[in-house]
């Protein structure tokens, strides 16, 4: 994986004068090699993780076709490279080496933008066509690797990260109502293709687009459609099978050591299992890694959303694995100023310690391995979370997880709610959502509300996690590949009714049944928990101490956005469990993402406008 960003102005007087900045804002994603193409209509900047053909897949790259000179930047892996070189093999390309850039690079040249319609990866990339003087863009099909960009003054702007934009535009980052409205509405959510920072912009997964002399244009390749599914249980759970262990072998693939994220739940467990039985045909013993929290054995309670603690579980599995397990456990003091660190990670206000745990996570993964596999997705897709299953949430007519709006807005400065009504900003993307949900004619109340689930849930809860899991984890110079992302089993299990997703009425029955061969029966048909974080009463201490140092600092920046009263009274009633994000986000997590959205405001310097 990479850091990706360049600069382009068709008409010409491109300097590059800050693309060495933007490469040094963007060194942890790509500490490996980095590169640089100028020309007087662009300049396309890159850092690189090297993971694939280290010697033969440095970038910038180019290539001559026809006469013309093709170059490329390009962030991600293709899982079907193989088969995307074979048909370029009969199109007459040659190829100097085996990485999967060179291959999305000749498919540009062959297929032009349709070249996204070959792919099965993960990717963000850029292509400059020299002769046309025009760039093309695109963003693979479920959103898992990041691409924003700005206009400015007839220059097209990109990066994979904000950090990116910011350090090529060289001015004060601002924020105006609507991010203001983004920060404490929507946070640590985004509403997609917003980049909060007045002028950034995101280009949308499942997008592509041209940019030259006739300016922007962007177009949508790929949207999870309905279709009447006419297969049996039994065929969906064998259809099924075949998807995910295949997305998993796929993603094996690296000329750098690999291993996998191991919680003890059902999705990192199968990924786990199947990567196992890989390894041993290759005479290799997967690295599984596990984080865990200090005396979380001491002050664990069971709730109705994480009845078991993952330690009882992981255990288990590595047994049955044979693997070689690590694991890493994380204390207070640590998770705490990790809080900041994520804020640079993310360029953004994210999910608290949810965020500041998995970056620490992945620092002592990336002394094993370069490369791992992680389970996020599969609630998404198979409808795993309490929202899908609890009729009386599920009825609810706004985003399932974050019911928390006029909660939120307490603690808005009234300037901004005067503004803009708050339940109106969430309500109208809620609903927004809702009718651009793809559904065949016929579907019984239950059935339509379901797909109306797994869209909200793909274009919003899902993309939070993948930002999280893209810059946690590449802030540390580490891959995570995410199986259950595979666009197929997307695209496939959008059809599949939910009586077959609820199979015995479990939480993702249908995949438990399709992969239950390869678990022991107690991980197969354990009760899902969430992300585990830490329930040590030291860290509630430690957020609320500062963030009553906070309130008592009349200078602070967050003050310009935040109630000041509201900060106090919810220091007040520190153990009510009131949700800001679901149960991943309670009180603990939002004094801390209070403290998060402090050092975001002052770190980065950000100008709020009206």
């Known amino acids: 994986m990479c850091g990706i960003a360049g600069e382009i102005c068709p008409k010409g007087g491109v300097t590059g004068e800050y693309a060495h900045a933007a490469q040094d804002a963007m060194r942890r994603r790509g500490p490996d090699q980095n590169g640089l193409y100028l020309s007087d ?124 934009i910011l350090a090529q535009t060289n001015e004060q980052p601002q924020i105006d109502v609507q991010g203001v409205m983004e920060i404490m509405l929507i946070g640590p959510g985004r509403t997609p293709g917003y980049g ?56 094996l693939i690296s000329d750098v050591p690999i291993g996998t994220f191991l919680s003890g739940g059902l999705d990192s467990s199968l990924i786990s299992s199947v990567a196992s039985r890989v390894m041993k045909e290759r005479g290799q013993r997967l690295q599984t890694f596990t984080i865990n929290y200090k005396d979380n054995d001491k002050y664990f309670q069971a709730t109705k959303f994480q009845p078991n603690s993952d330690s009882d579980f992981v255990g288990q599995m590595v047994a049955y694995l044979g693997s070689d397990s690590h694991m890493i456990e994380i ?47 599969a609630d998404e897709i198979f409808g795993g979370y309490p929202w899908f299953r609890d009729p009386t949430v599920r009825a609810v007519n706004g985003f399932p997880w974050a019911q928390s709006t006029a909660y939120r807005a307490e603690f808005i400065r009234p300037e901004f709610t005067r503004q803009i009504d708050p339940n109106d900003y969430v309500q109208d993307k809620y609903l927004a959502t809702v009718r651009a949900t793809d559904k065949r004619e016929g579907l019984s109340p239950l059935e339509s509300r379901m797909k109306e689930m797994v869209n909200l849930n793909h274009h919003w809860f899902m993309q939070t996690l993948l930002d999280r899991k893209d810059r946690m984890s590449m802030y540390n110079g580490l891959e995570v590949r995410v199986p259950f992302c595979d666009y197929r089993i997307a695209e496939y299990l959008y059809g599949v009714p939910w009586e077959f997703k609820d199979y015995r009425h479990y939480e993702k029955g249908l995949l438990r049944e399709a992969m239950k061969d390869y678990l022991p029966h107690d991980i197969l048909w354990r009760k899902k928990s969430p992300y585990p974080k830490t329930h040590n009463p030291t860290y509630l201490a430690a957020v609320s101490k500062r963030l009553e140092e906070l309130v008592w600092d009349t200078a602070a920046p967050l003050w310009q956005i935040v109630r000041r009263d509201k900060a106090a009274t919810l220091l007040n009633t520190a153990n009510n469990p009131q949700p800001w994000y679901g149960q991943l986000m309670t009180t603990p997590q939002t004094i801390a993402y209070l403290l998060q959205v402090n050092y975001w405001l002052e770190t980065y310097n950000i100008r709020i406008i009206s």
């Open 331 to 377: 204390d207070t003091p640590a998770l705490v100023q990790a809080l900041f660190n994520a804020v640079d990670a993310r360029d953004l206000p994210g999910m608290a310690d949810v965020d500041s745990s998995l970056l620490l996570f992945c620092d002592e993964t990336k002394k094993h391995v370069t490369v791992a596999l992680s389970g996020e997705c």
């Open 196 to 251: 909060v920072f007045k002028g950034v912009e995101e280009l949308k997964p499942a997008h592509c687009g041209f940019y030259d002399d006739d300016g922007l244009r962007i177009y949508r390749y790929w949207s999870l459609k309905d279709r009447e599914h006419t297969e049996s249980f039994a065929q969906t759970a064998e259809h099924v099978r075949y998807l995910v262990t295949d997305a998993i072998k796929r993603q």
């Open 41 to 164: 209509s662009a300049v396309l900047i890159h850092t690189r993780l090297c993971v694939v053909d280290i010697e033969n897949g440095r970038q910038p790259m180019s290539c001559l076709s026809d006469g013309n000179r093709y170059v490329i930047v390009y962030n991600g892996e293709l899982y079907n490279t193989a088969e995307v070189r074979a048909e370029l093999l009969e199109h007459g390309c040659e190829f100097k080496g085996h990485s999967d850039t060179e291959v999305v690079l000749k498919a540009y040249t062959v297929f032009g933008s349709d070249c996204v319609n070959k792919f099965n990866g993960i990717f963000a990339f850029a292509v400059w066509d020299e002769k046309k003087r025009r760039l093309f863009f695109a963003r693979d099909r479920i959103g898992v690797k990041p691409f924003f960009y700005c206009v400015k003054d007839g220059k097209f702007i990109f990066s994979s990260e904000i950090k990116g």
